[in-house]
Each structure stands twice: as structure tokens, then as C-alpha cells.
Antibody
Framework: QVQLQESGPGLVNPSETLSLNCTVS????????WSWIRQPPGRGLEWLGY???????KYSPPFKSRITFSIDTSRNQFSLNLKSVTAADTAVFYC???????????WGQGVPVIVSS | QSVLTQPPSASGTPGQRVTISCSGS????????VNWYQHLPGTAPKLVIH???QRPSGVPDRFSGSRSGTSASLAIIGLQSEDESDYYC???????????FGGGTRLTVL
């Protein structure tokens, strides 16, 4: 069973860049698509985009201008950078595996990130 | 405002049948299959239905899904206390070129 684990700072200053990593274990990162999803406090789940194992990206329209994904297949890791954050970016961030039919079949436990000075 | 519309809440007593609706449009549910997730805040969401009607291994057959036109539904029969959770529908949207989520439905077992 594939396992995913998010890591990164839990506190980010406004206007700075939020950076998170996701480590994939128990399986290869190759041949799949990898997503980031977030949940702001008191709100629903929000899809941020995906990156393929070959580095192809698709970003959700509201985030296109300030989000970047990267992937390191040698380390079985992929990453998220969200720049110019505000308090509205405070959320629990999940990394996940995206498969055929937009099925998200494996999720990390989530990491809370607070944007505050 | 979510692209897919779900009722914010639903409830039932143990043993009852509950359905949760998910309304979309031609560019999303009208063209693509729907998946459903069970989510307890603070934990990893769990896939309970994929491809409109399919249950992953380990999901009880009390859970079922359906899709018709631009709407989909999740049904739970024989409701149990452990079913109390948030439920989200998702699909791909061809116009937005993105995965879209419903706003989520909080299911309460009375």
C-alpha cells in the first residue's frame, strides 16, 4: 500500500512562499499523477493541481499565477510552492495520488499550515 | 462557491437509509465519472465510491453510488454511527480543466 507523508513548516509569514514536500513510500512515484489538495478552516476540500512523474503540470485556475509543483523521482518526492501567501491560505494541505478517472486513491495525513506574522 | 453543489448537512438514525446529492453541469458530471470521499477532519480522506458506482475493496456494500445526467448521489443503507463524517463528491471539469469538489455534506447519525 502506497503511503504519502507531507512535510514542511507549519507557520509562514504573509507575502512569503509556502513550501511543502510529499514523500511517497511503499511504491514508485513513476507512472502516476500526484496532487495537492487543501482544506481551509471550516471549509471544504479544494484541489490545487497535479504533477505527473514526467513533470507535466496542471494547476487549478484560481492558483495558476502563484503555484508551482516539482518532482524528484530519484527521491520519490514531489513538492508544492505557493507564493505571496495571505491569511486566506491557512489550511490543512494534503498530498495525494491521482489516477484514471480523477480518482484520488491514496492520501497523506495532511499538514496544517498557518499564515501569520 | 463550489462547482458541484451538495447539501451542507444530512442526518439519519441507525439502520436508516440516507442519500447525499451532488449537482453539477454538462462540463463536469455530464461528461465525467463521479467519485465520493468520506472525510473526518484531521484524517486522510477515504475513497468510498469511484467511477460513479464502484466500491473500493474494504468499503461496506452499504455504500452505493449513482449518476444520472448532471447529478450524482451517494446512498448509505443500514446507517451506523461510524458513518458519521463529511462526504465530498468530485469529478473532472472539462471547461475548467481541473478536478472539482462539492462543498461537502456533514452526515450526522442521530
Amino acid at each position: 500500500q502506497v503511503q504519502l507523508q507531507e512535510s514542511g513548516p507549519g507557520l509562514v509569514n504573509p507575502s512569503e512562499t509556502l513550501s511543502l514536500n510529499c514523500t511517497v513510500s511503499g511504491g514508485s512515484i513513476n507512472r502516476y499523477f500526484w496532487s495537492w489538495i487543501r482544506q481551509p478552516p471550516g471549509r471544504g476540500l479544494e484541489w490545487l493541481g497535479y504533477i505527473s512523474s514526467s513533470g507535466t503540470t496542471k494547476y487549478s485556475p484560481p492558483f495558476k499565477s502563484r503555484i508551482t509543483f516539482s518532482i524528484d523521482t530519484s527521491r520519490n518526492q514531489f513538492s508544492l510552492n505557493l507564493k505571496s501567501v495571505t491569511a486566506a491560505d491557512t489550511a490543512v494541505f494534503y498530498c495525494a495520488r491521482l489516477t484514471w478517472g480523477s480518482v484520488i486513491d491514496n492520501w497523506g495525513q495532511g499538514v496544517p499550515v498557518i499564515v501569520s506574522s | 462557491q463550489s462547482v458541484l453543489t451538495q447539501p451542507p448537512s444530512a442526518s439519519g438514525t441507525p439502520g436508516q437509509r440516507v442519500t447525499i446529492s451532488c449537482s453539477g453541469s454538462r462540463s463536469n458530471i455530464g461528461l465525467n465519472s463521479v467519485n465520493w470521499y468520506q472525510h473526518l477532519p484531521g484524517t486522510a480522506p477515504k475513497l468510498v465510491i469511484h467511477t460513479n458506482t464502484q466500491r473500493p475493496s474494504g468499503v461496506p456494500d452499504r455504500f452505493s453510488g449513482s449518476r444520472s445526467g448532471t447529478s450524482a448521489s451517494l446512498a448509505i443503507i443500514g446507517l451506523q454511527s461510524e458513518d458519521e463524517s463529511d462526504y465530498y463528491c468530485t469529478t473532472w471539469d472539462d471547461s475548467l480543466n481541473a478536478v472539482v469538489f462539492g462543498g461537502g455534506t456533514r452526515l450526522t447519525v442521530l
